[in-house]
C-alpha cells in the first residue's frame, strides 16, 4: 500500500518541482521575431534599387528576397556582403524587438549559388547591450546578449512545359543563444534580479516564384510560412510571416521595378519600394592569346516607405556595381529624409566562376 502511495506522490511532486521552476524563469525579453524587413536587407543590389529584389536575376543575392530567380542562374558564383555604418547607442527597448541587425562594420551574408541552388550563412541577429539605470531611486544594472544565425539551402526549378513560371524553396536552419542579466545594486554589491542563459534551435521555409512575359517579370515570395524556434526552458516562438509580391519592365539596359511587402496574420505593417537600374557593358580588344575582357557599370537608384507623408518617412536608395570579368563589387546607400549624415552603408564582394 505504501508503494502505491509514493508511486503517485512521487510524479506529483516531480511534476510540481518542475512547475515551480518554471513559474521561477524570469520572461523572455524579446518582443517578437520579426527579421525579414527593408531595414535588414542583405545585398547592395537590393538595397540600392528600393529595398526588395523579386523580379532582377542580376544579383547574387537573389536567395534572400526571391531565390526563385536562381532558375536565370547559369554560373557559379561566391559573394559576401558587409555593412559599414556608425556605432549607434542602442536603447535597451530597441534591442529587445530584434528587428535589428549587426551594427558596426561586420560580415552579414555569404552565399554559393550555382544552377538552380544556392547555400548560404546569414548572421540574422547580433545584438549586445549593457547599461546602469536608475529607478525609484535603486540603481540597476543590466546586460543582454542575442545571437541568431542561419543556415539556408535553396532550390529553384522551372519546368520546359511552362517556361515562363519557375519556383523556389527555402529550408533554413536556425541557432542561437541568449544571455540577459539584470542586477540591483545596493551599498555596493550587486543582487541578481534576473539571469537567463538559454540556446535555441529553428527551423523555417520559404517560397518564391517568378512569371516571365516579354519585358515584364511578375514575382512574389511568401516568408517564414511555417517556423518554429525552440528555447530550452521556453515555448515554442514562430518567426513574423511575410509576403511580398513586385514586377519589373526591362528593355536593353534599363529596369524599372515596384513591389510591395506586407505581414501575414498581423497587424499591417506594409511598405511600398520603387527602383531603377542601368547598365552599360562593354569589351577591351582582344590580346595576343584571343582573349578579350569583359566590365560591365551598373547604377541603381530607389526608394521605399510605410506611407509616403512627408520627406523624412521616405528612406531615398542609391548605388553603384562594377564587373570585371569573374570580379564583381558592389555598393549601396539609404537614408530617411535625405539626410545624408545619417546615412547606412552596405557592400559586397564576388566572384563568378563559367
Not at 543575392?61 to 554560373?75: H, K, M, R
Amino acid at each position: 500500500m505504501k508503494r502505491k502511495r509514493l508511486a503517485i506522490i512521487l510524479p506529483v511532486l516531480v511534476l510540481g518541482i518542475l512547475n515551480l521552476m518554471s513559474q521561477s524563469l524570469p520572461s523572455l525579453p524579446i518582443q517578437g521575431y520579426d527579421y525579414h524587413i527593408p531595414d535588414n536587407v542583405v545585398s547592395p543590389i537590393t538595397l540600392g534599387m528600393g529595398g526588395i529584389n523579386l523580379t532582377n536575376a542580376a544579383d547574387y543575392f537573389t536567395s534572400y528576397d526571391n531565390p526563385a530567380l536562381l532558375a536565370e542562374n547559369t554560373g557559379t558564383a561566391f559573394a559576401t556582403s558587409f555593412k559599414l555604418a556608425k556605432s549607434e547607442n542602442m536603447s535597451f527597448s530597441d534591442a529587445i524587438k530584434v528587428s535589428n541587425l549587426l551594427r558596426d562594420k561586420q560580415f552579414m551574408y555569404y552565399t554559393l549559388i550555382t544552377k538552380n541552388a544556392a547555400w548560404s550563412y546569414h548572421p540574422v541577429s547580433s545584438t549586445h547591450v549593457s547599461r546602469i539605470y536608475n529607478s525609484n531611486s535603486v540603481q540597476y544594472s543590466e546586460y543582454y546578449d542575442y545571437q541568431l544565425d542561419k543556415l539556408q539551402l535553396s532550390l529553384a526549378a522551372k519546368d520546359e512545359k511552362y517556361s515562363k513560371l519557375a519556383g523556389v524553396l527555402n529550408i533554413k536552419y536556425l541557432t542561437g543563444r541568449l544571455v540577459y542579466l539584470k542586477e540591483r545594486i545596493s551599498y555596493g554589491n550587486m543582487i541578481r534580479e534576473d539571469f537567463i542563459d538559454n540556446k535555441v534551435k529553428g527551423i523555417s521555409g520559404d517560397m518564391g516564384f517568378t512569371w516571365d512575359e516579354g519585358n515584364f517579370t511578375w514575382g512574389t515570395c511568401f516568408y517564414d510560412l511555417l517556423s518554429g524556434l525552440w528555447w530550452e526552458d521556453y515555448g515554442t516562438k514562430s518567426l513574423q510571416r511575410r509576403a511580398a509580391f513586385g514586377f519589373q519592365y526591362a528593355a536593353d539596359n534599363l529596369a524599372l521595378m515596384g513591389s510591395v511587402q506586407g505581414r501575414i496574420s498581423s497587424t499591417p505593417e506594409t511598405t511600398y519600394h520603387f527602383g531603377m537600374v542601368r547598365n552599360w557593358t562593354w569589351k577591351t580588344d582582344a590580346d595576343n592569346n584571343g582573349k578579350s575582357t569583359e566590365q560591365n557599370l551598373i547604377i541603381r537608384a530607389g526608394l521605399f516607405s510605410k506611407d509616403f507623408n512627408g520627406t523624412q518617412n521616405i528612406s531615398y536608395t542609391l548605388g553603384s556595381g562594377y564587373n570585371y570579368n569573374m570580379f564583381r563589387v558592389d555598393f549601396a546607400m539609404t537614408n530617411e529624409g535625405m539626410m545624408l549624415r545619417d546615412s547606412r552603408y552596405l557592400f559586397s564582394v564576388g566572384v563568378g566562376i563559367q
